[in-house]
């Protein structure tokens, strides 16, 4: 007997299963598969610029706007693309060193940093660029690898500028003169042959000769130079001090012969004043004034002879003089007479 036989039958009484529609399973899955594809692109349809950024926006390749920062919506499915770009970021270019992690100095790059100056020397150079996108569509679109283009063009207009410079120059006191040449040339090639970049900044890194002699001889010309700012800032500053009390002397100086013009002109004045006097009342009576000053004078130049004065009038008068007088008199202490 068969064990597998059951009695009563477990099927009996209900209906026959139906076999599942293939067709409807299709459906569903393209139904998700849709759905999928649907919620796919809802989210691709929003992208987010930070601050730092612009993006080129190209609509079946062709470029159709520039955004700023924020959140902004494109259509999807590969419709629109959208490229960043680090606009507002300082970027930099080394010629003729490389640096790598925390490395300050650098490693030379010889064929980078070799130059000849106008007056047919060699010396290595060492610059430091800095530079920023100003046109993303410009950097994007219109050449093929636009960093590399900036090397080589400021690498073209150093050698141009350090070509027609001195060693000294180059090495000493020339180095800003050197730098400013170089960004005028490079900003107006920019400017004509816009590659979407802006160069910011050129400094000269390290200029040394490619020999130790040389560099030594340079190095004792630089600090010859120093030590002769050193002494004009001490003179200037000697200078700065003394020349106060030297104007404040002249003052004085001036001052005091001021005074003493003022004083001889005064005393002329009262001497003309006096003359002018004088010469009113010698006016009014010759005679007397004359016989005035002519006994002043006899008085100045003899101060010690005694004057007698004789008022006769002539032949006839009874009056004689004794001389001398003082024998016939006698002064005393009291002014009495004997």
């Known amino acids: 007997m068969d064990n597998n036989f059951q009695w009563p039958p477990q099927n009996e009484g209900k209906p026959p299963k139906k076999k599942t529609s293939f067709k409807k399973m299709g459906s569903t899955v393209i139904l998700v598969f849709l759905a999928i594809i649907l919620a796919s692109g809802a989210l691709s349809c929003f992208y987010t610029v930070n601050d730092k950024q612009q993006a080129v926006v190209t609509t079946f390749g062709k470029v159709t706007d520039v955004v700023d920062a924020g959140v902004h919506f494109k259509l999807p499915f590969g419709i629109q693309q959208v490229h960043k770009v680090d606009v507002n970021v300082y970027q930099k270019i080394e010629l003729g060193y490389t640096t790598a992690g925390n490395d300050y100095y650098g490693i030379p790059v010889d064929n980078e940093s070799s130059m000849i100056t106008g007056d047919y020397n060699i010396v290595n150079v060492d610059f430091f660029v800095e530079y920023k996108i100003s046109n993303p569509q410009a950097y994007l ?22 070509g027609s410079s001195t ?14 040449q170089v960004k005028t040339l490079v900003t107006d090639i920019l400017s004509e042959y816009d590659i979407g970049l802006t160069l910011v900044d050129v400094k000269i890194q390290d200029a040394e000769p490619p ?15 120093q030590k002769a ?12 001090a003394q020349l106060p009390q030297a104007k404040a002397q002249a003052d004085k100086l001036t001052q005091n012969a001021e005074y003493l013009k003022q004083k001889r002109i005064n005393e002329a004045r009262e001497q003309v004043a006096m003359f002018t006097a ?26 010690g002879v005694k004057l007698y004065i004789n008022t006769s009038s002539g032949a006839g008068d009874d009056v004689q003089m004794l001389l001398p007088l003082e024998s016939l008199v006698d002064t005393t202490s009291d002014g009495g007479v004997n």
């Open 167 to 180: 060693v000294d120059s180059v090495l000493t006191d020339g180095k800003e003169n050197i730098q400013m």
């Open 278 to 303: 004088m010469y009113e009342e010698y006016a009014k009576n010759p005679q007397i004034t004359r016989s005035r000053m002519y006994y002043e004078a006899i008085q100045d130049i003899l101060p």
């Open 229 to 240: 700012e050193t002494v004009v800032n001490d003179a200037k500053a000697y200078q700065n």
């Open 211 to 225: 020999t130790q002699d040389v560099i030594e001889a340079f190095k004792a010309v630089e600090t010859a130079k």
């Open 141 to 162: 679109f219109s050449s093929d690898e636009p960093e590399l283009i900036l090397k080589n063009l400021i690498q073209s207009q150093v050698r141009n500028v350090v």
